[in-house]
């Protein structure tokens, strides 16, 4: 790690930590403060001419923040002849409005592919995107890593042959397939219909009687989608029902409203920040291991 340097925005500094320990690295000196008027001030106190320059940010809980620090610390990076600019970017904001649905919509997905690329990112290091087809977004290269991978050693020893994978909506089902391959379990599937934010109608295709379910999701915010499906597959007699999805975003009760939902266990990866989060429904499982990897085999 020489040529390279790890950085840490403000949104995730503790997996950063994390990150840097098991690199047995120290975190590159990095200041950031609001003015006050709002705007953002960034001031990097390291030499990155010619260096490999990695900045974890995760882009929850105040997104547009996070966001648009990001940006400005990979343009002070830039600007200082940075080598390569890498974004670890375990969770990606505005990735579900990710196609034009409706007249009048965005893609948001393609416009922050923009502005991180326009900033000066140069290789992106990102936790299940919301579809996969987001990498295409970006002209720079991605790493798109899988949370399947990283939790299925935890889920080995819950998971047996009986076991279903439920995907909560037809646009999750490459993760449930994934997760089915991994596990080598069966997959239903639910088909589900967004009423608005809140809402969802949901309707079930398969057969999960008698059976224990993992219900396998990209993220949990509201809780809405994790509880619906669970209770569903309890309406239809599943036995066991545990959850499992990479981001937890948990706003507003999320997590009350999951430990009064049939849901048994919540398995999470640390993308965000949920430090402030705690329930015994919850495990986690820590992505540090799987992004040191690629930092290594990138920094050549
Ligand atoms: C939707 O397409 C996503 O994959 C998640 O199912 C959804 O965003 C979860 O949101 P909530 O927890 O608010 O239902």
Do not use: W
């Not at 709002?38 to 809980?61: C, D, M, Y």
């Not at 429904?281 to 040191?292: E, F, G, H, R, T």
Request: hydrophobic share 45%; glycine share 6%.
């Amino acid at each position: 790690m020489t040529s390279s340097i790890l950085l840490s925005g403000s949104s995730h500094p503790k997996l950063a930590q994390e990150l840097a320990n098991y690199l047995h690295i120290t975190l590159g000196l990095l200041k950031t403060e609001q003015f006050p008027d709002g705007e953002t001030q960034v001031h990097i106190q390291e030499e990155l001419s010619n260096k490999n320059v990695f900045i974890v940010q995760s882009l929850a809980q105040q997104p547009n923040h996070y966001l648009m620090e990001l940006m400005i610390i990979i343009d002070a990076a830039k600007r200082a002849a940075a080598k390569n600019i890498t974004a670890i970017i375990p969770y990606l904001a505005y990735g579900r409005q990710d196609r034009k649905d409706k007249s009048g919509a965005p893609i948001t997905a393609k416009l922050i592919a923009k502005l991180l690329q326009t900033a000066g990112m140069s290789h992106l290091i990102v936790m299940d995107l919301h579809t996969d087809q987001i990498e295409g977004f970006f002209e720079t290269n991605v790493t798109h890593l899988h949370f399947e991978e990283i939790i299925k050693d935890t889920l080995k020893g819950t998971i047996h042959e009986k076991f279903v994978i439920v995907s909560p909506d037809i646009g999750g089902v490459k993760i449930a397939r994934r997760m089915s391959q991994i596990l080598n379990t069966e997959m239903v599937l639910i088909n589900k219909e967004r009423l608005n934010s809140f809402d969802v109608s949901m309707k079930l295709i398969g057969d999960v009687k008698g059976k224990d379910v993992l219900i396998a999701d990209d993220l949990c915010s509201t809780g809405g989608t994790l509880i619906a499906a669970a209770e569903l597959c309890q309406k239809h007699g599943a036995k066991r029902i545990i959850g499992a999805v990479s981001h937890g975003l948990f706003v507003q009760d999320a997590i009350k409203k999951i430990e009064n939902s049939p849901l048994e266990q919540l398995i999470i990866t640390n993308s965000i920040d949920n430090s402030f989060v705690s329930s015994p429904v919850l495990k986690q499982v820590s992505i540090v291991p799987s992004l040191a990897q690629v930092i290594l085999k990138t920094d050549l």
